[in-house]
């Protein structure tokens, strides 16, 4: 059973950075896509970023297009989000997530696309 565990989430002022990892483990990670997703309480999970199996593209929501920053080391097994630019509004709990896919430049927007999911890293933004 494929694993993920996010860290390097916590508490920063607005304007900081934070950068968060996901390690996977059990999985031949080159063949996975994978994304990034955050929820808020109440609300629904939203998208935040996504890159293909190969880390060649990479897709954002409008929300962090610019700020944030997603890449992987299939090497090591890990996909980061650098959080630039923090703002309170990006407070959320966030989840990396896997599915497997055989083209190397597709990704994937939807959670729906995806059957693996970290257990959430918390991130707080303050004013």
């Known amino acids: 059973q494929v694993q993920l565990v996010e860290s390097g989430g916590g508490l920063v002022q607005a304007g900081g950075s934070l950068r968060l990892s996901c390690a996977a483990s059990?999985?031949?990670?080159?063949?996975?896509?994978m994304g990034w997703f955050r929820q808020t309480p109440g609300k629904e999970r939203e998208f935040v970023s996504a890159?293909?199996?190969?880390?060649?593209?990479?897709y954002y929501a409008h929300s962090v297009l610019g700020r944030f920053t997603t890449s992987r080391n299939n090497a090591e097994g890990t996909v980061l989000l650098q959080m630039n630019s923090l703002k309170p509004e990006d407070t959320a709990v966030y989840y990396c997530?896997?599915?497997?896919?055989?083209?190397?430049?597709?990704?994937?927007?939807?959670?729906?696309?995806?059957?693996?999911w970290g257990q959430g890293t918390q991130v707080t933004v303050s004013s």
């Open positions: 059990r999985l031949n990670f080159g063949m996975y896509a």
């Open positions: 890159i293909s199996t190969s880390g060649g593209t990479t």
């Open positions: 997530a896997a599915t497997h896919s055989s083209t190397g430049s597709s990704y994937y927007i939807r959670g729906s696309d995806y059957n693996t």
